[in-house]
């Protein structure tokens, strides 16, 4: 791929990212405050000389952050407020490899540790939520419209399992960016490779909802360990094949 392809196809990503760090800014200022109402797609695209995809991302990213909801019929709507500029971990400062892979070992202190928390701690309720999640995660994009979505939210459900407040709002802090594949889309290109890789990632989910769901704390520890792990092993080789194919 050219470097020209590759910007080409990196600027409707950064010009969303750039429209929800606005929306976060109005937030953080009061223009916008918590149960308001946003405006509609036709009037964001307008004000802010974006598409409608560029609007509908930024939308989707706020929602997957825990900043908005959607309610169908009615509008978007603000949920919670953006941790202020001085907090430097957030979605807008996850740009480059380097920063997915220091996050994914930052992931591997918290979310092993939650893992165990939720096989100890979490309620029937708790449980049925994440199996859903997970339901949802396997079924695929075909049937859940966004995989990266649906594995953030297996991952919030685990948080929110937990019982712990602050797990929950840092997860939601980091919205979507804590999923390798919003950055590495090229760690499943072609579709061999694609099945191969979404399989893995699949089984290991799964072993993660067994443990926790069986109560078994070290084996949910273990089996997040494995899958985060593995994660960076595979965002790894990704980086070498995107190497190699720029080569």
């Known amino acids: 791929m050219s470097d020209s392809s590759s910007a080409a196809q990196n600027k409707p990503r950064r010009m969303a990212e750039s429209l929800v760090e606005r929306f976060a800014q109005r937030m953080r200022e009061g223009e916008l405050k918590r149960g308001e109402k946003l405006p509609t797609e036709a009037h964001i695209m307008a004000a802010e000389g974006v598409s409608r995809s560029v609007v ?25 407020m953006p941790a202020p500029e001085g907090f430097t971990l957030g979605p807008s400062t996850i740009v480059e490899l380097s920063q997915v892979l220091d996050l994914l070992q930052f992931r591997l202190s918290l979310e092993v540790q939650a893992a165990g928390m939720a ?27 966004s995989t990266i979505n649906a594995d953030f939210q297996f991952h919030l459900k685990i948080a929110k399992a937990t019982g712990n407040p602050y797990l929950i709002d840092i997860m939601k802090h980091l919205g979507t960016k804590l999923i ?9 290109n072609g579709q061999s490779n694609r099945s191969t ?21 070290d084996a ?21 094949r995107q190497a190699f194919y720029n080569e």
């Open 220 to 240: 949910a520890r273990a089996a997040m360990y494995l899958h985060l792990s593995n994660s960076r092993m595979r965002l790894r080789e990704a980086q070498q």
């Open 56 to 80: 509908r991302e930024a939308l989707s990213r706020m929602q997957a952050a825990g900043l908005v909801e959607t309610r169908h019929g009615v509008g978007t709507f603000v949920r919670d």
């Open 197 to 217: 890789y979404l399989q893995g990632i699949n089984s290991e989910h799964q072993q993660i909802f067994d443990a926790i769901a069986s109560r078994q704390v």
């Open 180 to 188: 390798p594949r919003t950055r590495m889309n090229s760690a499943y």
């Open 119 to 145: 096989a100890e701690r979490a309620t029937p309720q708790a449980l049925e939520e994440l199996e859903q999640a997970l339901h949802a995660l396997l079924q695929g994009p075909e049937k859940s419209g």
